[in-house]
């Protein structure tokens, strides 16, 4: 399904914080069902990534599929992005995959904050490690004699959890995987989780071990700051000389002794 391109590779994306309020496991499903329609239909997965066609009447072809067909927040989903420029038609593909896994944390996140979303992944990497540990298993995985139905029922019999989003995930891995192995997918699939996880905690460096007291404010603090309870974890760098520097996600606030006199070194040489 996928093409030559001078391109490098990446899947398409959205911002999901966007629609993360509303996210439920069958707003992911659903992403999932639309992946498979387009995953079928070359002609479709061709006009949604046409580059001759403007990007608003590739949204606009989506609309008009899907409108009244799916949930509103799924429809709009994948019309951003049919919007974006694509290299190769697997990369629309991808995206919505890779959204529909997002919309499934976001789901777990809404429910349960980090210690869902630390869940979800610890119960991904679980039944990654069942099918890597069972010849037996991988090979009722990748029988291309069973039906998607029948290897729901068998995972079903494996899994140990009552969450929606990891049945989820899991029934989507073994039943539909893309080509990839099962166990592979939910690995990518639990990366793709942690990622979202990280959102979530606040990785404190500091020059010299925070006091309790100390660690509460700088909770409290953040948590402000952030509109949320955030999980915090400390390290010590004697390095940093004062000071601390803090990590969520991919923003840093860096208020140590060290980058403010590698900053004044940088004014002293320009």
Do not use: C
Request: no cysteine; charged share 30%.
């Amino acid at each position: 399904m996928a093409e030559a391109s001078n391109e490098p590779y990446r899947p398409l994306s959205v911002d999901v914080d966007r629609w993360a309020s509303a996210a439920s496991p069958e707003i992911a499903h659903q992403l999932f069902e639309i992946l498979d329609i387009v995953d079928e239909n070359g002609a479709l997965r061709r006009a949604l990534t046409d580059p001759s066609r403007p990007a608003e009447n590739r949204a606009r072809f989506v609309h008009t599929l899907l409108d009244g067909r799916a949930h509103e927040v799924a429809v709009d989903v994948v019309a951003e992005l049919a919007s974006q420029r694509s290299a190769t038609e697997r990369q629309l593909g991808d995206g919505i995959e890779r959204t529909a896994v997002l919309f499934a944390a976001a789901s777990a996140e809404n429910r349960g904050g980090v210690n869902a979303l630390e869940t979800l992944v610890d119960e991904l990497i679980r039944f990654k490690s069942v099918l890597e540990h069972s010849t037996e298993v991988q090979n009722a995985f990748s029988d291309s004699r069973a039906s998607a139905q029948a290897k729901v029922t068998l995972a079903r019999r494996l899994m140990t959890t009552s969450s929606e989003e990891v049945s989820l995930l899991i029934e989507r891995a073994v039943s539909e995987p893309r080509g990839a192995l099962p166990g592979r997918l939910l690995g990518h699939f639990a990366e793709w989780v942690a990622d979202r996880q990280q959102r979530w905690i606040a990785r404190i460096t500091t020059a010299r071990p925070l006091r309790e007291d100390q660690t509460e404010k700088l909770r409290q603090g953040l948590n402000r700051l952030y509109g949320r309870d955030l999980k915090l974890t400390t390290e010590v760098d004697p390095s940093l000389v004062g000071g601390l520097r803090v990590q969520v996600g991919e923003e840093v606030i860096d208020g140590s002794v060290t980058h403010r006199l590698e900053q004044l070194q940088q004014r002293i040489a320009a």
